[in-house]
């Protein structure tokens, strides 16, 4: 089976606070990429970072940081520093690169950050 | 460069009526797909196309879902008779090449209500 689970629905923080965003995928492809998106309230969908599965060295944006750990099956995102520009919906996603693939996106159901100031 | 583009943004219809939804993909992008949203829940899967074909609709949820993409740009979602459960955000999304290895660029979604 091919999914996404986001175990975290709603995170609350105050601002400057480190938080972290967990996602836990499965999938029986040798060869996929992993994906974030940022959904803010005006609803369109922003793409942060994609991965593929041979590389897994952690990857550092700026305040933003990603963790992927092919041995749990995990692709972690960290805020450093948290604003509440950062309040929004954050989707982590899979897509198999099998060929019977066609580049379809697999969603997890979401985790709803919100930064108080 | 401008993003995909969704027409229109908001639609209200009423139970058993047609709608139909526009996406305009990011100009050069050969690869689109549509994808729903329900409230609370990550986007779902509808269909694919690459080029002017529809290479996978294995996620359209029963026949009255039909989408096209006659000249291989914009693409048109069309839901005959429609239903409740229906209501929904849909959203478009484009990318360079098929793969699963690019990235997926979204539009801002057309809010479907069906009263």
């Known amino acids: 089976a091919q999914k996404v689970t986001q175990a975290q629905t709603e995170i609350s923080v105050v601002e400057k606070e480190d938080v972290t965003l967990d996602c836990v995928y499965e999938?029986?492809?040798?060869?996929?990429?992993l994906f974030w998106y940022k959904q803010p309230p005006s609803g369109e969908l922003v793409f942060l970072i994609r991965?593929?599965?041979?590389?897994?060295q952690n990857e550092i944006s700026g305040r933003y940081s990603w963790n992927f750990q092919k041995s749990t099956s995990s692709f972690n995102f960290t805020i450093t520093a948290s604003q509440v520009v950062d309040s929004a919906v954050y989707f982590c996603?899979?897509?198999?690169?099998?060929?019977?693939?066609?580049?379809?996106?697999?969603f997890g159901q979401g985790t709803t950050l919100q930064v108080k100031p | 460069g401008a993003g995909v583009s969704q027409t229109p943004s908001n639609k209200v219809t009423e139970k058993g009526k047609y709608v139909e939804l526009r996406c305009d993909p990011i100009s050069g992008h050969t690869a689109l797909y549509w994808y729903r949203q329900s409230l609370g829940q990550g986007p779902e899967f509808l269909i694919y196309?690459?080029?002017?074909?529809?290479?996978?609709d294995s996620g359209l949820p029963n026949d009255r879902f039909f989408a096209v993409r006659p000249e291989g740009s914009v693409s048109t979602l069309k839901i005959q008779r429609t239903e409740r459960g229906d209501s929904a955000v849909y959203l478009c999304?484009?990318?360079?090449?098929?793969?699963?290895?690019?990235?997926?660029?979204f539009g801002p979604g057309t809010r479907l209500t069906v009263l």
């Open positions: 196309f690459q080029g002017t074909g529809a290479a996978d």
């Open positions: 999304a484009s990318s360079l090449v098929t793969s699963g290895t690019d990235t997926q660029y």
């Open positions: 996603a899979l897509s198999p690169t099998s060929s019977s693939n066609t580049g379809k996106l697999i």
């Open positions: 999938t029986r492809d040798t060869t996929y990429y």
């Open positions: 991965r593929n599965s041979f590389d897994e």
